[in-house]
């Protein structure tokens, strides 16, 4: 390709430029530290999981649920473990190394688009992109940011290369993987179809060959995740939506909080479209497939209802997007410049372009730096969710629950990500819905939510801070809770290493049962209609015992094969609290089965319909 070719000082000048960009890019990452946050210890926890043969959940006795929303990503973590690596680290060190690596992605869509060599313009994202502080953060905190971003780059040079030549489908790989690390993926896929689409139909271009390998590439990628979705999670989509869809955030402060700090940046992404229409073809495709990721971004914040985490974190995905649209903007004024203001002279032309385009492009820089620099400082003190505090948080958590004899606590808390890490004996309801089925789905509904964490849950630690606030009303729950954990933290009331309230018939009597034992008591409340009885003996039983004392998996699963098919009796006949119950007991006892977990919060939403003037 002719962007390999460096035959003139432009070329290689602007080869400085993008290296230039990339080098300070890694000085502001250093400069900041930006550690790992909570939420991407989220991912860390399901990727450990994964590949310790557990399965996909945060811990290896917690529910099967997708309480991550970037599988690629995770997979990508997850390789870490087999390779012995220190996985906080190689986490941050790997999305360092994407967004790097985007730099010279994005610079290539020029030269790709008009098949050319490298010009001037073609250095913009490496001059502003890396100085604007969401997205050097952002691609620092562990997070899928710089991966989105990378996928993102290599999407576009595929796009503008395979839409050129109207051969090759390697687009249709790199968007699969883009909706494989962000649930927004699909949308930017759907830009670039109707951007395909209208150029084909421009040309006459009848779809080939061509559109059927790409979109085979995203049935085998994208569909073929959310089959397995569908038989693994028992949802066609992840968690993460149903728990985010009811989120109510400020999307206007969110966007113009962006405007205030970058407006020159933002200003010349419009004149940057405006003035891309002024180049030939490819070009304005070049213009409108950027314009068109930076506009899909966009729509996911407004959609999205803006975010709760510092710097613009969505924002912070489309930051190099919005930079090649100026970059189009640039490569449509060179026309006018050499071809239409000064064509007889084409060197001199292009010297004056260089001179005012370098000129417009460091200002631009220039602003955009003393902005990012300046929040950087900022940010570089007021980390966001920092992981080693969370990790010693969970740690006091682990110790006391420890104190008291417990096994396999269940706790109930907001920051999830430090403990799925180093709590892998603890079964973890998160309050903050992102990765608990119940909660996520009855987040508007309070009382079946409240009845949730009531009747089947009742954690031995609930820590309900932050965005588990709307525990706050729940009277009849809080009410078993005193704080008298780490850092005042509630426990429930009256737990010693001899007693607990929770066991039916107190916990020395269910402690003497045998494995045959506690089963052929499971098994008696169940035939009897006492599920609910039934789930708590062996909560309780799961709680205190060994491995080697409670029941198998074969006997577990003919429990839950038995439990769902009573469930199914009492849905048929009505009687809801009852089915929910048994599709209750079904899920827990079988190692949290997903399928059972919906059929028990479909009929608990029937019981508890959801308020007229609440949201679903």
Not at 304 to 331: E, N, Q, T, Y
Not at 489 to 513: A, E, F, N, Q
């Amino acid at each position: 390709m002719k962007f390999f070719r460096l035959r003139s000082l432009e070329g290689w000048a602007t080869l400085a430029l993008i290296f230039a960009g990339m080098s300070g890019l890694v000085m502001l990452m250093r400069y900041i530290a930006w550690p790992v946050v909570d939420d991407a210890a989220i991912s860390i926890a399901y990727a450990q999981s994964l590949f310790s043969g557990e399965g996909l959940r945060l811990t290896p006795v917690s529910q099967i649920v997708e309480g991550y929303s970037n599988p690629f990503w995770t997979f990508l973590i997850g390789l870490g473990f087999p390779l012995n690596l220190d996985i906080v680290a190689y986490t941050s060190f790997l999305g360092k190394l994407f967004a790097v690596l985007s730099i010279p992605l994005y610079s290539a869509w020029g030269p790709v688009a008009e098949d050319r060599g490298l010009q001037i313009q073609d250095a913009a994202t490496g001059m502003i992109a890396a100085t604007v502080s969401s997205f050097v953060c952002w691609s620092s905190s562990g997070m899928e940011t710089g991966l989105f971003v990378f996928l993102l780059g290599l999407s576009g040079v595929f796009f503008l290369l395979e839409i050129r030549r109207g051969k090759g489908s390697l687009c249709g790989m790199s968007f699969g993987l883009l909706c494989l690390t962000r649930p927004e993926g699909p949308v930017y896929v759907l830009v670039a179809a109707v951007i395909w689409v209208t150029t084909r139909a421009i040309e006459r271009r009848a779809p080939g060959r061509q559109e059927l390998f790409i979109a085979i590439w995203m049935i085998v990628l994208a569909g073929g995740y959310m089959f397995f979705r569908w038989l693994y999670f028992a949802v066609p989509l992840p968690n993460t939506y149903y728990a985010k869809v009811t989120w109510q955030f400020d999307w206007k402060a969110y966007f113009m909080g962006f405007w205030n700090l970058y407006k020159p940046m933002c200003i010349a992404v419009i004149l940057g479209f405006v003035f891309c229409f002024f180049g030939r073809r490819s070009v304005r495709i070049q213009g409108l497939l950027a314009a068109g990721f930076t506009v899909s971004g966009c729509f996911f914040v407004w959609f999205a209802k803006g975010d709760w985490m510092i710097d613009w974190r969505l924002l912070a995905h489309i930051v190099p997007c919005s930079v090649a649209v100026i970059a189009a903007g640039f490569s449509g004024l060179r026309r006018i410049v050499v071809s239409v203001i000064l064509p007889r002279t084409p060197r001199f032309a292009t010297l004056v372009f260089v001179i005012l385009a370098f000129t417009a492009m460091g200002g631009v820089a220039w602003k955009t730096a003393d902005a990012g620099i300046k929040r950087a400082g900022h940010l570089h003190n007021s980390p966001e969710m920092p992981l080693p505090s969370v990790f010693k948080t969970a740690g006091l958590l682990g110790e006391a629950t420890e104190r008291l004899g417990i096994r396999r606590p269940l706790l109930g808390i907001v920051d999830i990500g430090g403990p799925g890490m180093i709590l892998k004996n603890a079964e973890i309801v998160d309050l903050a819905t992102l990765a608990d089925f119940a909660l996520a789905r009855h987040r508007w509904n309070p009382a079946a939510a409240e009845d949730y964490l009531l009747t089947e849950v009742l954690p031995d630690i609930l820590d309900y801070h932050g965005p588990g606030g709307y525990v706050t009303p729940f009277g009849r729950l809080l009410s078993l809770y005193e704080p008298t954990g780490p850092r005042n933290i509630p426990m429930y009331k009256g737990l010693s290493r001899d007693t607990d309230s929770r066991c039916p018939g107190g916990k020395t009597r269910v402690l003497s049962l045998t494995a045959d034992g506690l089963a052929a008591e499971i098994r008696f409340k169940m035939e009897n209609g006492r599920a609910d009885t039934a789930l708590m003996l062996w909560r309780c039983g799961i709680r205190y015992m060994s491995d080697d004392r409670l029941p198998d998996k074969s006997v577990r699963r003919s429990i839950a094969k038995r439990a769902s098919e009573l469930g199914e009796s009492f849905d048929k006949k009505g009687d809801l609290r009852k089915a929910i119950n048994s599709f209750s007991l079904a899920s827990v006892i079988n190692d949290g089965d997903a399928h059972m977990r919906r059929r028990a919060e479909n009929c608990r939403a029937r019981l508890f319909p959801s308020p007229v003037n609440g949201k679903k």
